[in-house]
């Protein structure tokens, strides 16, 4: 009897210990997404970009649909440390943050910046935030995945 309890307890013990060590998950943390610099890109005829340095690649005709706006030349990505991207072009009013997820960009943010539209943009990274800078009229903006800070 003594030892059908110690077997039944071996056993469960066993599970306990291999049902831990599965289901625990490795995490690392303070990771850095940011692209130091950002990309300029040029939309092929079916309004796709594809940025092969930091390997995406996505339509860009729904938010050009938005912008009211059939094509544009290039646009302008970056990504700041949270891990979310940044897309705005010339002749745009807003610029657009995108939620990275499997197989999707989901947007978290529409931040206007000017209803006549953006003259000339650059995006820089800084710290925490991105910064915009209108180079036609010299206007910055410090923006992060909430919106203007």
């Known amino acids: 009897m003594l030892t059908k309890y110690l077997t039944t307890l071996s056993v469960i013990t066993a599970l306990i210990f291999t049902a831990v060590g599965c289901g625990s998950s490795m995490v690392i943390q303070n990771v850095d997404y940011s692209q130091p610099i950002e990309s300029v890109l040029a939309p092929d005829a079916d309004q796709m970009i594809h940025d092969q340095r930091f390997a995406i690649k996505f339509s860009i005709a729904k938010v050009l649909e938005r912008e009211g706006m059939q094509t544009v030349d290039e646009v302008r990505l970056i990504r700041n440390r949270a891990g979310f991207y940044f897309l705005t072009a010339q002749g745009f009013n807003n610029v657009y943050v995108f939620e990275p997820g499997e197989r999707e960009l989901k947007k978290k943010e529409i ?37 203007r800070r």
């Open 111 to 147: 931040i206007e910046i000017s209803s006549e539209g953006i003259g000339d943009p650059a995006f820089n990274q800084r710290d925490r935030y991105i910064e915009l800078v209108d180079r036609a009229t010299g206007q910055t903006y410090n923006l992060d995945q909430t919106g």
